[in-house]
C-alpha cells in the first residue's frame, strides 16, 4: 500500500484503477450530522434521558459496542442473518474484526490459517503479526473450489498440524472478483462440519451489488461453523471505520465456563482498542435507521453504479482488444457479477516495473496481484478496481492502458532474437 500510494503522489494525473474505494458522488458532508442527530433522537425515543443520551456519545462506551441491535436487525432484513445482539462486537473496521478473531480461535502453535489465494492482505496481514502460518487455497476460476480445501486440510494434517479455520470472501472476493456458487457454498458448510473447520466469512461488497446474492454462509450455518465479518465501509462511508464481527459460537473460557465466542473477542478488545468511537457508531445507526436496517434499499443507487462501472470497464477492455488481437497480445480478462474489482492477465511480469512505467509513460495506475498470493502467484496479472472512477474517467484509463500493454507487450517481442531465443 505504501508503494502504491506514493506511485499515485508522484503521478497525481494518472488515471487509477488501484483504491478500492467507494465513489465519493454519493457522499454529502451535511447528512452526517442529520444520521447523528436521528440516532441521538433514537435514544430519546428509547426513554433515554439527556444526561444519558450526553454520555452515549461523549463517553467510552460498552467494548462490545452500542448499537448491536440495530445492526442484528440489518442482518435479519437484509442478510437472513438470525443472530442474538450479544453474539455481535462492533469494531473500529473490519480489519479489527479480523484481528480479533485470529487472536481467539488460534492458540495452539499447531495452527494453521487457511485461506483462498489470491487473498485480501489484511487477512495475511494480521496472521503475520500473530503468527500464524497461513496456507493458501488456490482459486481456480470459478473461484474456491472445495476439493481444494480438503485437500489442504488433509495435508496440513499430514503434516503434524491442524487446520483451524478457513478464511474466504464467497462474494465478488477482493482481489479477484469471483463468487461462489450456492452449490460451493453448501459443500464448504459440510467439509467445515466433517473437518472441524471454523469459516471466516468476509462479504463487504455484497449490498453494492446489482443484481439477486447468492446467500451468505452465515445464513446456511445451521451448526455455527461460522464466524461472520462485516463492514460499513462501503454500504455507509470509510471514514466512520465501522466493521463487525457476528460470532455466536459457544466457547469454554478461562475458567472453564461455557460463554460465547464474541465475548472473547471483546475480552481482547478491551485490551487493543478498549471500544468502538461511539460518535462514529452513532453515524452509521442513523443510515440504519434512515432504512428501517435495509442497507440494500439505501444501497440501491450506488449498486447502480457500481454495476454500470463494470459494465463500462468490460465494454472498453473489449473495444481496445477485441478477440482477435487479445488472442494475438495473449492478454484476457474475467467477468465479475458484482464488487470493485476485476483482474486482466497480460503477456509480461505486472509487476511494481512495469507499474512504474505505465505510471509515468502512459498515465495509468493498476495494482500488481502478485501483492495478494501468500506465497507466490499472479507475476502475469493486474487488479482493477472501477468503484471509485466515474464512466469517463474508466473510459480514459482502459484507453491508457490499452497503449501500455500494447507498448509493453510490443517490447517483449522487439527484444526476441529470430527464433525465439533472447
Not at 464448504?188 to 443484481?211: C, K, Q
Amino acid at each position: 500500500m505504501n508503494f502504491l500510494n506514493e506511485v499515485t503522489g508522484r503521478y497525481p494525473e494518472a488515471v487509477s484503477f488501484a483504491p478500492g474505494r467507494p465513489y465519493e458522488g454519493f457522499f454529502d458532508t451535511e447528512e452526517i450530522f442529520t444520521h447523528i442527530r436521528r440516532y441521538l433522537g433514537h435514544l430519546a425515543e428509547q426513554g433515554a434521558s439527556p444526561e444519558a443520551i450526553r454520555t452515549a456519545v461523549y463517553q467510552y462506551g460498552p467494548t462490545a459496542g452500542r448499537i448491536r441491535e440495530l445492526i442484528a436487525d440489518s442482518l435479519r432484513k437484509d442478510e437472513n442473518i438470525d443472530v442474538p445482539a450479544e453474539s455481535i462486537v462492533v469494531t473500529v473496521g473490519c480489519q479489527e474484526a479480523m484481528l480479533l478473531t485470529l487472536r481467539a480461535l488460534f492458540a495452539d502453535p499447531r495452527d494453521v490459517l487457511l485461506v483462498a489465494s489470491p487473498c485480501y492482505v489484511g487477512i495475511t496481514g494480521a496472521a503475520a503479526l500473530l503468527d500464524i502460518p497461513v496456507t493458501p487455497v488456490e482459486e481456480r476460476d470459478g473461484g474456491i473450489a472445495c476439493a481444494d480445501v480438503e485437500a489442504a486440510v488433509r495435508a496440513e494434517r499430514g503434516r503434524g498440524r491442524r487446520p483451524r479455520a478457513f478464511y474466504v470472501i464467497p462474494d465478488h472476493s477482493n482481489p479477484s472478483g469471483t463468487t461462489m456458487s450456492r452449490q460451493a457454498r453448501e459443500e464448504l458448510l459440510d467439509l467445515a462440519a466433517r473437518h472441524d473447520l471454523i469459516l471466516i466469512e468476509d462479504s463487504p461488497y455484497r449490498l453494492v451489488s446489482a443484481g439477486r446474492q447468492q446467500p451468505t454462509l452465515k445464513s446456511m450455518d445451521q451448526a455455527r461453523r461460522v464466524v461472520h465479518l462485516g463492514s460499513y465501509a462501503k454500504t455507509a462511508f470509510p471514514g466512520a471505520r465501522i466493521g463487525y464481527a457476528v460470532a455466536d459460537q459457544r466457547v469454554h473460557d478461562e475458567s472453564g465456563a461455557t460463554t460465547l465466542l464474541a465475548d472473547e473477542l471483546a475480552k481482547i478488545k478491551s485490551m487493543v482498542t478498549v471500544n468502538t468511537p461511539p460518535l462514529s457508531q452513532a453515524a452509521v445507526a442513523g443510515m440504519l435507521l434512515a432504512s428501517e436496517g435495509r442497507l440494500s434499499a439505501l444501497n440501491s443507487a450506488a449498486a447502480k453504479h457500481y454495476g454500470n462501472a463494470l459494465r463500462v470497464t468490460l465494454e472498453q477492455l473489449e473495444r481496445h482488444f477485441p478477440e482477435g488481437r487479445r488472442r494475438e497480445l495473449g492478454v484476457s480478462w474475467n467477468e465479475p457479477s458484482g464488487g470493485f474489482f476485476l483482474t486482466v492477465r497480460v503477456p509480461f511480469a505486472a509487476d511494481n516495473a512495469a507499474l512504474l512505467c505505465s505510471a509515468q509513460d502512459h498515465g495509468v495506475i493498476w495494482t500488481p496481484m502478485a501483492y495478494f498470493y501468500p506465497h507466490q502467484g499472479g507475476e502475469h496479472t493486474m487488479r482493477l478496481s472501477f468503484s471509485y472512477l466515474a464512466p469517463e474517467q474508466i473510459e480514459e484509463g482502459i484507453a491508457r492502458l490499452a497503449r501500455f500493454i500494447e507498448a509493453r507487450a510490443d517490447g517483449g517481442r522487439s527484444a526476441e532474437a529470430p527464433g525465439g531465443a533472447r
